[in-house]
Protein backbone atom coordinates (compact mmCIF):
# COMPACT_ATOMS: atom_id res chain seq x y z
CA UNK A 1 0.00 0.00 0.00
CA UNK A 2 2.82 2.54 0.64
CA UNK A 3 4.74 1.66 -2.47
CA UNK A 4 1.50 2.27 -4.51
CA UNK A 5 0.95 6.05 -2.54
CA UNK A 6 4.38 6.86 -3.27
CA UNK A 7 4.39 5.50 -6.95
CA UNK A 8 1.05 8.36 -7.47
CA UNK A 9 3.11 10.65 -5.38
CA UNK A 10 6.07 10.70 -7.66
CA UNK A 11 3.23 10.60 -10.63
CA UNK A 12 1.96 13.83 -9.66
CA UNK A 13 5.11 15.51 -9.36
CA UNK A 14 5.42 16.49 -13.25
CA UNK A 15 2.19 17.71 -13.18
CA UNK A 16 2.54 20.09 -10.03
CA UNK A 17 5.79 21.63 -11.77
CA UNK A 18 3.46 22.02 -15.15
CA UNK A 19 0.95 23.99 -13.52
CA UNK A 20 3.60 26.27 -11.83
CA UNK A 21 4.75 27.13 -15.09
CA UNK A 22 0.57 27.73 -15.91
CA UNK A 23 -0.05 29.89 -12.93
CA UNK A 24 3.26 31.89 -13.13
CA UNK A 25 2.85 32.90 -16.98
CA UNK A 26 -1.05 33.29 -17.94
CA UNK A 27 -1.35 35.96 -15.38
CA UNK A 28 0.80 37.94 -16.77
CA UNK A 29 -1.21 37.84 -20.26
CA UNK A 30 -3.99 40.04 -18.10
CA UNK A 31 -4.32 43.17 -20.46
CA UNK A 32 -3.16 46.16 -17.93
CA UNK A 33 0.36 46.68 -16.82
CA UNK A 34 0.31 46.37 -12.72
CA UNK A 35 3.21 49.24 -12.70
CA UNK A 36 0.50 51.65 -14.46
CA UNK A 37 -2.02 50.42 -12.39
CA UNK A 38 0.18 51.52 -9.08
CA UNK A 39 1.37 54.80 -10.48
CA UNK A 40 -2.38 55.53 -11.17
CA UNK A 41 -1.81 56.36 -15.38
CA UNK A 42 0.32 59.27 -13.97
CA UNK A 43 3.61 58.30 -14.63
CA UNK A 44 5.86 57.04 -18.09
CA UNK A 45 9.29 56.64 -18.69
CA UNK A 46 12.01 56.63 -16.34
CA UNK A 47 9.66 56.34 -13.24
CA UNK A 48 7.53 53.19 -14.97
CA UNK A 49 11.49 51.55 -15.77
CA UNK A 50 12.46 52.73 -12.07
CA UNK A 51 9.06 50.74 -10.14
CA UNK A 52 9.78 47.93 -12.33
CA UNK A 53 13.51 47.43 -11.86
CA UNK A 54 12.26 47.97 -8.03
CA UNK A 55 9.52 45.21 -8.56
CA UNK A 56 11.71 42.67 -10.56
CA UNK A 57 9.24 42.76 -13.31
CA UNK A 58 12.19 44.44 -15.81
CA UNK A 59 13.81 40.87 -15.96
CA UNK A 60 13.05 38.30 -18.72
CA UNK A 61 9.88 35.93 -17.42
CA UNK A 62 11.80 32.21 -17.45
CA UNK A 63 14.55 34.11 -14.99
CA UNK A 64 11.61 35.29 -13.12
CA UNK A 65 9.88 31.84 -12.96
CA UNK A 66 13.47 30.50 -11.66
CA UNK A 67 14.12 32.57 -9.20
CA UNK A 68 10.04 32.53 -8.06
CA UNK A 69 10.56 28.10 -8.13
CA UNK A 70 13.82 28.77 -5.46
CA UNK A 71 11.78 30.73 -3.04
CA UNK A 72 8.96 28.22 -3.40
CA UNK A 73 12.11 25.71 -2.17
CA UNK A 74 12.60 27.49 0.26
CA UNK A 75 8.36 27.89 1.15
CA UNK A 76 9.08 31.86 0.41
CA UNK A 77 5.62 32.64 -1.49
CA UNK A 78 6.93 36.21 -2.00
CA UNK A 79 5.27 39.63 -1.10
CA UNK A 80 2.21 41.48 -2.49
CA UNK A 81 3.01 43.85 -4.83
CA UNK A 82 0.50 46.84 -3.47
CA UNK A 83 0.39 45.78 0.47
CA UNK A 84 4.26 44.58 0.53
CA UNK A 85 3.05 41.67 3.02
CA UNK A 86 3.98 38.17 2.78
CA UNK A 87 1.62 36.32 0.66
CA UNK A 88 1.81 33.30 3.25
CA UNK A 89 0.98 35.50 6.53
CA UNK A 90 -2.20 36.50 4.38
CA UNK A 91 -2.81 33.04 3.03
CA UNK A 92 -2.46 31.76 6.56
CA UNK A 93 -5.68 33.73 7.75
CA UNK A 94 -7.52 33.24 4.79
CA UNK A 95 -7.05 29.52 4.02
CA UNK A 96 -8.94 28.37 6.98
CA UNK A 97 -12.32 30.11 5.61
CA UNK A 98 -12.15 28.72 1.93
CA UNK A 99 -11.02 24.72 3.59
CA UNK A 100 -14.04 25.04 6.05
CA UNK A 101 -16.56 26.41 3.06
CA UNK A 102 -15.44 23.87 0.90
CA UNK A 103 -15.25 20.90 3.77
CA UNK A 104 -18.92 21.54 4.30
CA UNK A 105 -19.77 21.85 1.22
CA UNK A 106 -18.42 18.61 0.18
CA UNK A 107 -20.23 17.09 3.44
CA UNK A 108 -23.61 18.30 2.37
CA UNK A 109 -23.26 17.01 -1.42
CA UNK A 110 -22.35 13.78 -0.15
CA UNK A 111 -25.17 13.64 2.67
CA UNK A 112 -27.67 14.47 0.15
CA UNK A 113 -26.15 12.36 -2.70
CA UNK A 114 -25.76 9.00 -1.17
CA UNK A 115 -28.92 8.66 0.71
CA UNK A 116 -30.62 10.02 -2.19
CA UNK A 117 -28.89 7.88 -5.37
CA UNK A 118 -28.88 5.10 -3.03
CA UNK A 119 -32.76 5.45 -2.89
CA UNK A 120 -33.28 6.25 -6.42
CA UNK A 121 -31.43 2.86 -7.47
CA UNK A 122 -33.32 1.23 -5.00
CA UNK A 123 -36.86 2.20 -6.35
CA UNK A 124 -35.99 2.02 -10.04
CA UNK A 125 -38.69 3.97 -12.25
CA UNK A 126 -40.71 4.72 -9.19
CA UNK A 127 -42.02 8.54 -8.49
CA UNK A 128 -39.29 8.90 -6.31
CA UNK A 129 -37.00 7.64 -8.75
CA UNK A 130 -38.46 10.68 -11.67
CA UNK A 131 -38.56 13.38 -8.93
CA UNK A 132 -34.96 12.80 -7.62
CA UNK A 133 -33.50 12.72 -11.29
CA UNK A 134 -35.71 15.56 -12.02
CA UNK A 135 -34.06 17.90 -8.89
CA UNK A 136 -30.64 16.42 -10.33
CA UNK A 137 -30.99 17.83 -13.61
CA UNK A 138 -32.40 21.10 -12.29
CA UNK A 139 -29.22 21.03 -9.70
CA UNK A 140 -26.65 20.61 -12.77
CA UNK A 141 -28.60 23.07 -14.99
CA UNK A 142 -29.07 25.97 -12.84
CA UNK A 143 -25.79 28.07 -11.68
CA UNK A 144 -24.97 28.37 -8.33
CA UNK A 145 -23.71 31.80 -8.40
CA UNK A 146 -26.91 32.88 -9.62
CA UNK A 147 -28.72 30.56 -7.00
CA UNK A 148 -26.91 32.86 -3.94
CA UNK A 149 -27.30 36.20 -5.25
CA UNK A 150 -31.63 34.81 -5.68
CA UNK A 151 -31.39 33.99 -1.77
CA UNK A 152 -29.53 37.37 -0.90
CA UNK A 153 -32.22 39.40 -3.22
CA UNK A 154 -35.50 37.57 -2.61
CA UNK A 155 -35.98 38.17 0.46
CA UNK A 156 -34.05 41.61 0.89
CA UNK A 157 -37.24 42.71 -1.85
CA UNK A 158 -39.84 40.93 -0.47
CA UNK A 159 -39.55 40.80 3.54
CA UNK A 160 -36.74 43.23 3.99
CA UNK A 161 -34.40 40.63 5.29
CA UNK A 162 -30.93 39.79 4.01
CA UNK A 163 -29.98 36.32 4.76
CA UNK A 164 -25.74 37.69 4.28
CA UNK A 165 -24.39 38.37 8.35
CA UNK A 166 -21.04 40.06 9.17
CA UNK A 167 -18.51 38.01 9.49
CA UNK A 168 -17.61 36.02 12.60
CA UNK A 169 -14.67 34.53 13.82
CA UNK A 170 -14.36 30.92 14.98
CA UNK A 171 -12.54 31.86 17.71
CA UNK A 172 -15.10 34.55 19.24
CA UNK A 173 -18.43 32.54 18.17
CA UNK A 174 -18.31 29.50 16.70
CA UNK A 175 -21.78 29.06 16.40
CA UNK A 176 -22.31 32.39 14.72
CA UNK A 177 -18.93 31.46 12.48
CA UNK A 178 -20.82 28.23 11.25
CA UNK A 179 -24.05 30.04 10.22
CA UNK A 180 -21.80 32.36 8.11
CA UNK A 181 -20.72 29.30 6.19
CA UNK A 182 -23.97 27.04 6.09
CA UNK A 183 -25.95 28.61 3.79
CA UNK A 184 -22.79 29.41 0.62
CA UNK A 185 -21.43 25.49 1.28
CA UNK A 186 -24.96 24.30 0.55
CA UNK A 187 -25.30 26.40 -2.71
CA UNK A 188 -22.17 25.41 -3.26
CA UNK A 189 -22.71 22.15 -2.56
CA UNK A 190 -25.75 21.66 -5.11
CA UNK A 191 -24.57 20.79 -8.03
CA UNK A 192 -22.02 18.37 -6.66
CA UNK A 193 -24.62 16.89 -5.16
CA UNK A 194 -26.51 16.64 -8.09
CA UNK A 195 -23.76 14.88 -9.91
CA UNK A 196 -22.02 12.10 -7.53
CA UNK A 197 -26.42 11.49 -6.79
CA UNK A 198 -27.11 10.59 -10.64
CA UNK A 199 -23.32 8.34 -10.51
CA UNK A 200 -24.16 6.69 -7.40
CA UNK A 201 -27.75 5.67 -9.36
CA UNK A 202 -26.07 4.64 -12.19
CA UNK A 203 -23.13 2.74 -10.76
CA UNK A 204 -25.47 0.97 -8.03
CA UNK A 205 -27.83 -0.16 -10.56
CA UNK A 206 -25.11 -1.43 -12.65
CA UNK A 207 -23.33 -3.47 -9.49
CA UNK A 208 -27.04 -4.80 -8.68
CA UNK A 209 -26.97 -6.74 -11.63
CA UNK A 210 -23.86 -8.52 -10.88
CA UNK A 211 -23.82 -12.09 -10.00
CA UNK A 212 -22.48 -11.42 -6.64
CA UNK A 213 -25.53 -9.49 -5.68
CA UNK A 214 -27.51 -12.05 -7.20
CA UNK A 215 -26.19 -14.45 -4.78
CA UNK A 216 -26.90 -12.46 -1.93
CA UNK A 217 -30.55 -12.01 -2.85
CA UNK A 218 -30.37 -15.66 -3.19
CA UNK A 219 -29.35 -16.49 0.13
CA UNK A 220 -31.75 -14.51 1.72
CA UNK A 221 -30.34 -10.94 2.90
CA UNK A 222 -31.84 -7.97 3.74
CA UNK A 223 -32.76 -5.48 1.09
CA UNK A 224 -30.23 -2.93 3.12
CA UNK A 225 -27.44 -5.64 3.56
CA UNK A 226 -27.83 -6.03 -0.13
CA UNK A 227 -27.69 -2.63 -1.26
CA UNK A 228 -24.73 -0.95 1.06
CA UNK A 229 -22.64 -4.37 2.36
CA UNK A 230 -22.27 -6.17 -1.03
CA UNK A 231 -23.57 -3.40 -3.96
CA UNK A 232 -22.47 0.08 -2.53
CA UNK A 233 -18.69 -0.41 -1.73
CA UNK A 234 -18.34 -1.59 -5.68
CA UNK A 235 -20.35 0.89 -7.29
CA UNK A 236 -18.13 3.60 -4.54
CA UNK A 237 -14.88 3.99 -6.81
CA UNK A 238 -16.06 5.73 -9.96
CA UNK A 239 -17.88 8.26 -7.32
CA UNK A 240 -14.91 8.80 -5.29
CA UNK A 241 -13.32 9.64 -8.45
CA UNK A 242 -15.70 12.46 -9.47
CA UNK A 243 -15.75 13.72 -5.86
CA UNK A 244 -11.84 14.14 -6.48
CA UNK A 245 -12.79 15.91 -9.39
CA UNK A 246 -15.59 17.79 -7.45
CA UNK A 247 -13.00 19.12 -5.20
CA UNK A 248 -11.44 21.55 -7.85
CA UNK A 249 -15.01 22.81 -8.82
CA UNK A 250 -15.60 23.49 -5.29
CA UNK A 251 -12.12 25.78 -4.87
CA UNK A 252 -13.16 27.37 -8.40
CA UNK A 253 -16.51 28.29 -6.61
CA UNK A 254 -15.05 29.38 -3.60
CA UNK A 255 -13.87 32.71 -5.37
CA UNK A 256 -17.43 33.90 -6.56
CA UNK A 257 -19.18 32.83 -3.19
CA UNK A 258 -16.58 34.36 -0.61
CA UNK A 259 -17.31 37.66 -2.74
CA UNK A 260 -21.11 36.95 -2.88
CA UNK A 261 -21.33 36.80 0.75
CA UNK A 262 -18.58 38.62 1.68
CA UNK A 263 -16.53 35.70 3.65
CA UNK A 264 -12.71 36.35 3.76
CA UNK A 265 -11.03 33.63 2.24
CA UNK A 266 -8.49 33.09 -0.17
CA UNK A 267 -11.05 32.89 -3.15
CA UNK A 268 -12.09 36.60 -2.53
CA UNK A 269 -8.18 37.55 -2.45
CA UNK A 270 -7.56 36.00 -5.59
CA UNK A 271 -10.40 38.16 -6.86
CA UNK A 272 -9.17 41.54 -5.74
CA UNK A 273 -5.68 39.95 -6.32
CA UNK A 274 -6.62 39.72 -10.36
CA UNK A 275 -8.34 43.23 -10.61
CA UNK A 276 -4.68 44.59 -9.47
CA UNK A 277 -2.65 42.99 -11.43
CA UNK A 278 -0.83 41.45 -7.96
CA UNK A 279 1.19 38.36 -9.09
CA UNK A 280 2.56 37.20 -6.43
CA UNK A 281 -0.52 36.82 -4.41
CA UNK A 282 -2.04 35.22 -7.55
CA UNK A 283 0.54 32.91 -8.26
CA UNK A 284 0.39 32.01 -4.19
CA UNK A 285 -3.24 31.16 -3.73
CA UNK A 286 -3.40 29.29 -7.33
CA UNK A 287 -0.28 26.76 -6.55
CA UNK A 288 -2.14 26.67 -3.13
CA UNK A 289 -4.92 25.70 -4.71
CA UNK A 290 -3.41 23.55 -6.91
CA UNK A 291 -1.42 21.84 -4.12
CA UNK A 292 -4.57 20.59 -2.41
CA UNK A 293 -5.68 19.29 -5.79
CA UNK A 294 -2.71 17.63 -6.22
CA UNK A 295 -2.89 15.54 -2.92
CA UNK A 296 -6.64 15.25 -2.84
CA UNK A 297 -6.01 13.28 -6.44
CA UNK A 298 -3.30 11.11 -3.92
CA UNK A 299 -5.43 10.32 -1.38
CA UNK A 300 -8.66 9.40 -4.22
CA UNK A 301 -5.88 6.49 -5.37
CA UNK A 302 -5.35 5.42 -2.52
CA UNK A 303 -8.79 4.95 -1.85
CA UNK A 304 -9.40 2.94 -4.79
CA UNK A 305 -6.59 0.89 -3.17
CA UNK A 306 -8.82 0.38 -0.13
CA UNK A 307 -11.98 -0.47 -1.72
CA UNK A 308 -10.69 -2.25 -4.20
CA UNK A 309 -6.96 -4.02 -3.19
CA UNK A 310 -6.87 -5.45 -7.11
CA UNK A 311 -5.78 -1.97 -8.41
CA UNK A 312 -3.06 -2.08 -5.49
CA UNK A 313 -1.71 -4.83 -7.80
Same mark, same amino acid.
Given at each position: ???Y? =??????????? =???T???????R???????? =??????????????L???????????????????????????E???????????LT?? !???????? %?????F??????? !????????????????????????????? %? /???????????? /?????????F??????? /?? +???????????L?????????R??????????RQ???R??W????RE???? =?? +?A?????????????L????????? !???E???????M????????????Y?????V??L?????????????????????????
Amino acid at each position: MSQYV =LRRLLVAIPSL =LLATFIIFTLPRLIPGDVVQ =LMLEDKAYGKDLDDLRAKLGLNRPIPEQYVAWLGRIAHGDLGESLWTKRPVAEELTRR !VPVSLELG %FLSLVFAMAVALP !VGVLAAARQDTVADYVVRSLAVVGLSVPG %F /WIATLVLIVPAI /WWGWIPRRPFVELSRDP /WA +HLVNLVLPAAILGVASAAAIMRLTRATLLEALRQDYVRTAWAKGHRERAVL =LK +HALKNALVPVITVLGLQVSAILGGT !VIFETIFGLPGMGRFLFDAINQRDYPVIQGVNLLIIAVVVVVNVVVDACYALLDPRIRY
